[in-house]
């Protein structure tokens, strides 16, 4: 399995996965993020300036992604370990085209517009079929 | 809504949440866990002294827990964050009863007679019905 089709199953079938953060304390907080873009140069996602989410990834940029599908008999588990950056704007059309949940989380025009991008850009990565016994690695170095 | 009915969704319906933990180098770590028991002295789960879960629970105490239910169109979120301590055996039975992954991840008798019971025993709670637009935060003191 490439990494592409992990990261597809990432992007498509998960949508929503879990983003582990670590604040200035040592106190790891995580929630449920909807994954913008995933392919070979990472994952992408965004929050607003104003969350605990966006402060904790100034202090710290190292994050754990979790991701998780129950599907009939298949349950598939994706978890990557790395840094975040910030994105410019220019990436914010890519990442919020057809992303449905962006006016439910962003209902205001102005915040939408206020919303960073960040990229998980250096890591490593596992994929575990929990059903098939399949299990990969990989790296990401973007 | 009262933390006993909170835990119980946890415990019983979630049965799985994803747990985050923070190594030595201030790196965040996830993965999904099965739920032993919840309940109003707080959350209890299991892991072996073998896997990196408990070395970080050993440098740092402090973890986030993250449960996610998805029923027709009710969504729910439950998220705690706090600290845990080392439970002696006595309290493994409990746990372990009743629990149908146990010998999916511990098949073997011996290893199950090593895994260690922790206690989410301090922290804070938030429940968020998202469909319904329910929240409630509650406070663990165990």
Sequence with gaps: MEIQ???KILEKDMKVAVISTVDENNQ???RHINIGVANEEGVFFMTSPKTNFYKQLQSNPKIAITGFLEEDYL???IRIEGKVRKLGKDKLQEVLSGNPYIEQV???ED???NVQVFQLYEGEGFYHS???GHKYTFEIHA
């Design 28 to 30: 790891p907080h995580a």
């Design 5 to 7: 089709d992990i990261m």
């Design 106 to 108: 962003y209902p205001d």
């Design 111 to 113: 915040e939408r517009q």
């Design 130 to 132: 929990l059903t098939q």
């Design 75 to 77: 349950i598939q588990v």
